[in-house]
């Protein structure tokens, strides 16, 4: 009986490791698919968008934002989201690897993880440090393109409660025109020790629910970057705040030395970048404008960051 119960143990335990993902499916939109919008009208497959949300009454007036581009960074293919108006709202040009729950009100709208569709959901356990890609971009004057990853367990919307996310990847693209195929790279701030269930993204041509018609982004080629070294640092060996012009920061990791300190903003623009001893506080003076920035700690491939709230 006690072998009978291991191996199905045992096999349950793989069966869940082949079903969960390290990476995104489909990351370079090679593949797409008809979902009953007719031939010339086909989403790339485990991605959806607001033709395919759960408002039946609303999938059939709502603009299209989306198409496949021949313009790629590599393979045949790339993903091209261009923000649309309809009855004087602008839809976002949107893609997700869930669900879109969609509403008349643009603020009433969100984005969500379906746990009872096998569509509409990525089973997901692995802990990256990052995630990347490529892109393209023509927003209009006022407008950037933007991403939004987060790992999480159980139920998750977003924008909603937050409370099962385990980390989260914020980027807000420059708004300018960019030509070339760039990368782009996004820290994962784990705001938990638990190992995720799932992995949510969100990619727009726009800024949310303040987007403006006409812009335009294109993304190929996504990834998420794991740590080399065999360890993690712990999120709660890591302290950093700021306080009256001061970047206070505090590494509790005995094990690490040649500790770098980097201070992004949500550009993704390197604001400050020190080596920092640890087992020791370290204070730096830096004048900061109110905002959110990301601080990273990074040693021989092991990695961890923080979101910094300067208020």
């Excluded at 790339?78 to 976002?92: D, E, P, Q, Y």
């Excluded at 989260?168 to 070339?180: D, I, Q, S």
């Amino acid at each position: 009986m006690i072998k009978t119960l291991f191996f199905a143990l045992l096999i349950a335990f793989f069966s869940s490791a082949l079903v969960a993902q390290t990476q995104f499916e489909n990351p370079g939109f090679e593949e797409w698919e008809e979902v009953g919008l007719g031939p010339d009208l086909m989403e790339p497959v485990d991605w959806s968008s607001i033709k395919t949300s759960d408002r039946d009454d609303l999938n059939q007036l709502a603009p299209v934002v989306w198409w496949p581009s021949d313009d790629a960074h590599s393979g045949d293919f790339s993903l091209h989201l261009k923000n649309a108006a309809v009855f004087g709202i602008v839809a976002t040009g949107t893609i997700t690897n869930g669900r879109v729950h969609a509403d008349f009100n643009p603020d009433s709208g969100y984005v969500f993880t379906d746990l009872d569709d096998a569509r509409w959901n990525t089973p997901f356990t692995g802990r990256p440090d990052s995630v990347a890609g490529w892109y393209k971009a023509s927003p209009q004057p006022g407008d950037n393109p933007a991403i939004r990853v987060v790992l999480h367990t159980g139920y998750q919307q977003l924008p909603g409660d937050e409370s099962n996310i385990v980390a989260e990847a914020m980027l807000n693209l420059p708004p300018e025109v960019v030509t070339e195929w760039t990368r782009f790279s996004a820290a994962f701030v784990y705001e938990k020790e638990v190992q995720p269930e799932y992995i949510l993204g969100i990619f727009y041509s726009g800024n949310g629910t303040q987007a403006i018609g006409g812009s335009e982004a294109w993304f190929d080629d996504l990834e998420l970057i794991y740590p080399t070294g065999v360890e993690e640092f712990q999120a709660d060996n890591f302290r950093v705040f700021y306080v009256n012009g001061q970047l206070n920061v505090n590494l509790s990791e005995k094990n690490h030395q040649n500790i770098q300190l980097q201070l992004t903003d949500l550009l993704g623009h390197v604001i400050f970048k020190r080596q920092i001893e640890p087992m020791t506080p370290n204070s730096f003076s830096l004048d900061l404008p109110k905002g959110i920035y990301i601080a990273t700690v990074w040693s021989e491939g092991t990695r961890l960051s923080k979101k910094l709230l300067v208020q």
